[in-house]
């Protein structure tokens, strides 16, 4: 099972919003610069526990975030 997840970005504002968004959720999130093999849209992307991918997900729908994608890493 993979330790943790990605949120991709198109923008750096978007990466920085759902970070805002799952902090105040107190969902463990960090910004990290994007895996290279993920893409090469935007520089930022978001880590989190994958145990909350489903919550992660969910938050920034509603929340109306931006998003170009969710991955999990090994």
């Given at each position: 099972m993979p330790k943790y997840g990605v949120v991709l970005f198109h923008t750096g504002s978007s990466a920085m919003q759902a970070e805002a968004?799952?902090?105040?959720a107190h969902v463990n999130a960090k910004l990290i610069p994007t895996p290279r093999e993920l893409s090469s849209d935007c520089g930022l992307s978001l880590r989190f526990?994958?145990?909350c991918h489903e919550q992660?997900?969910?938050l920034l729908l509603?929340?109306?975030v931006e998003t170009a994608g969710i991955h999990s890493l090994s």
């Open positions: 968004v799952l902090l105040r526990d994958w145990d992660v997900e969910a509603k929340m109306h």
